[in-house]
């Protein structure tokens, strides 16, 4: 409740902030403007008009000729060569973790890593192993999520 009440105020002092700008704005216009005559008035207003309209028949014209150099060309996508297929492949675990313990050890080791990361006197070994080995976390990842998916089917 006090929260949406802070978000309301500050909503409610945001445009109070705005009207008082464009008054001050509003202001300064009419005090640059006030000498105008009705003619003054009708040339700018004239001006402004040829100015916009050619413009836009400029944009209009130079959209249907036949200038294909400022075109947009549409380019088919192609797939890369080495591209990984996206499809989950369930990789079997007899070339990966042989028992219960060195999953364990690889759970052990993520964790140590983990713990490193975050104590400030770990931190120095911590990022030179993720310098020297750029994929381990990444690794340690995929290979806990390959052996938690076989278990589950």
Same mark, same amino acid.
């Not at 309301?8 to 008082?20: A, H, I, Y």
């Not at 249907?64 to 192609?78: E, G, L, M, R, Y």
């Not at 989950?88 to 964790?111: A, Y």
């Given at each position: 409740?006090?929260?949406?009440?802070?978000?309301?105020?500050?909503?409610?002092?945001?445009?109070?902030?705005?009207?008082?700008?464009?008054?001050?704005?509003?202001?300064?216009?009419?005090?640059?403007?006030?000498?105008?005559?009705?003619?003054?008035?009708?040339?700018?207003?004239?001006?402004?008009?040829?100015?916009?309209?050619?413009?836009?028949? @400029?944009?209009?014209?130079?959209?249907?000729?036949?200038?294909?150099?400022?075109?947009?060309?549409? *380019?088919? *996508?192609?797939?890369?060569?080495?591209?990984?297929?996206?499809?989950?492949?369930?990789?079997?675990?007899?070339?990966? *973790?042989?028992?219960?313990?060195?999953?364990?050890?690889?759970?052990?080791?993520?964790?140590?890593?983990?713990?490193?990361?975050?104590?400030?006197?770990?931190?120095?070994? @911590?990022?030179?192993?993720?310098?020297?080995?750029?994929?381990?976390?990444?690794?340690?990842?995929?290979?806990?999520?390959? @052996?938690?998916?076989?278990?589950?089917?």
């Amino acid at each position: 409740m006090k929260s949406s009440n802070r978000r309301n105020s500050l909503w409610q002092k945001f445009d109070e902030t705005n009207l008082r700008l464009q008054k001050k704005c509003a202001h300064w216009l009419e005090q640059r403007t006030s000498h105008f005559s009705r003619l003054n008035w009708i040339v700018i207003l004239f001006c402004f008009i040829v100015i916009t309209g050619s413009c836009s028949i @400029y944009l209009i014209v130079t959209s249907f000729s036949n200038n294909t150099t400022k075109n947009i060309t549409v *380019i088919p *996508i192609t797939k890369p060569n080495n591209s990984i297929p996206l499809e989950k492949e369930i990789i079997p675990l007899n070339g990966i *973790i042989r028992s219960k313990t060195e999953f364990v050890k690889i759970i052990q080791f993520r964790k140590y890593l983990d713990s490193l990361g975050r104590s400030p006197t770990g931190k120095k070994i @911590y990022d030179s192993i993720v310098q020297h080995r750029p994929g381990i976390l990444d690794s340690l990842a995929v290979v806990e999520n390959v @052996y938690n998916s076989n278990f589950e089917n």
